[in-house]
């Protein structure tokens, strides 16, 4: 099977979840025997066109615009003028898959001038995020994505909430859409022993301390105001000994505001961006990852956790009730309740033994639940689900 794959963001260029989900999946599809063409936007220093674990990765220069929306057309003439000259030289492809709604005009394009059955992947909807449409930008991303869905055979989903979402959100009719977690490589978390443990420690917080984190963006929708009010009480309750480490660059002026109007100034630590080196190396030295999202379609930083032995608390929102399974895998927490999230964190930091236990289990359910191979199969059976359905048409 020949596929065409259309993303905004892929490795290094990575913004959000979306590069490490399909710098993850794909060679693994290629493990399967199918050729994988992809496309996204020129960054930095990388090749305009390399072969990385098997995927011929294209990337297309993109002026600015005048804006974000300009940007994102400009995207899509040349991710569209590209992909139409691949298909020229190169001959057809069995499939095309987009990923979002910012690479859809070109992905639809393609579909509709080379008559290629399309595949949309939705990674989060506009209406998810700010829980319902509120603004002209909003409602303008809403549509795009609603076309994309429209033209698409199928789509994927990260999640059973996802699902609903789109049925919401979007009015997908659900015998279109097909849920597939997404994965992680276990082994890319090295558990890197190779440092001193105690001195690289002693960056974040002294001796006694227990370490708790938030890693990602500073959005208010990722709920880090939620984990900051329930600081004091964990505070209070472990009589100090605990240091909150903010990681994720952005804008976290309004963050640090609160922490320090909540009197726990001193015991906040505010990174900023952390090289991936230098994560894997706090990450065994931390004693529990706080995820309060108030949305989240999936939740990978969850599974970055698992695969790291770092116990996890998380909020009910979304597809983070599926990814972490309460007092089996994780702590799930009430969504916006930061009672509950400071409940989550005391029986991690009081209960090691428990806390182990955790751990144990969510490693485990790496294997069983998010394995990229076995998402590749679920991914590669909805492609032929699409062909045998497009080899019943006739396409004028």
């Known amino acids: ?156 989903v990260c999640s059973e909430y996802m699902r609903g979402e789109l049925q919401r959100a979007l009015h997908t009719p659900p015998d279109k859409i097909d849920v597939i977690y997404n994965g992680i490589r276990a082994e890319k978390k090295k558990h890197n022993r190779d440092f001193n443990p105690s001195s690289f420690r002693l960056r974040f917080a002294k001796d006694r301390e227990k370490i708790v984190y938030y890693v990602g963006r500073m959005a208010r929708e990722k709920g880090v105001y939620v984990l900051l009010n329930a600081a004091p009480k964990v505070i209070w309750e472990m009589e100090g000994q605990v240091k909150f480490v903010i990681i994720g660059g952005g804008n976290s002026g309004r963050l640090k505001d609160q922490a320090w109007n909540l009197g726990i100034w001193d015991k906040c630590y505010f990174t900023g961006f952390m090289p991936d080196e230098d994560l894997d190396k706090f ?39 599926e990814v972490v399974q309460h007092t089996k895998t994780g702590i799930v927490t009430y969504t916006n309740n930061a009672d509950s999230v400071a409940w989550g964190i005391l029986e991690v930091l009081r209960n090691p033994g428990y806390a182990r236990w955790l751990v144990d289990n969510a490693y485990s359910s790496l294997e069983e639940r998010f394995s990229w191979q076995k998402l590749a199969k679920q991914t590669e059976a909805v492609y032929t689900k699409v062909l045998q359905a497009r080899s019943l048409v006739v396409w004028h």
């Not at 057309?73 to 569209?80: I, K, L, T, V, Y």
């Not at 290629?116 to 002209?136: D, F, K, Q, S, W």
């Not at 706080?290 to 032995?309: D, K, M």
Request: glycine content about 8%; hydrophobic content about 45%; aromatic content about 10%.
């Open 1 to 156: 099977m020949r596929i065409l794959v259309l993303t905004w963001e892929f490795p290094p260029r990575i913004v959000g979840g979306i590069a490490r989900h399909v710098g993850e999946l794909y060679p693994e599809l290629v493990k399967l025997s199918h050729e994988v063409h992809l496309i996204t936007v020129e960054f930095g220093t990388a090749p305009l066109y390399e072969l990385v674990e098997g995927i011929h990765v294209h990337r297309v220069p993109v002026a600015f615009g005048n804006d974000f929306f300009h940007w994102v057309a400009n995207m899509n003439e040349n991710m569209g003028h590209h992909g139409g000259k691949l298909i020229i030289e190169q001959g057809s492809f069995d499939l095309i898959h987009a990923h979002d709604w910012l690479v859809g005009d070109a992905a639809i394009a393609l579909k509709h001038h080379f008559k290629i059955p399309l595949v949309a992947t939705i990674h989060a909807t506009e209406y998810g995020r700010y829980n319902g449409i509120h603004t002209e930008e909003q409602k303008y991303i809403a549509a795009k994505e609603g076309h994309l869905v429209y033209n698409s055979w199928r789509a994927i």
């Open 283 to 321: 990450q065994t030295v931390a004693d529990c990852a706080v995820f309060p999202s108030l949305y989240e379609p999936f939740g990978i930083v969850a599974l970055e956790s698992f695969a790291a032995r770092v116990p996890v608390v998380v909020s009910d929102t979304g597809g983070l009730p």
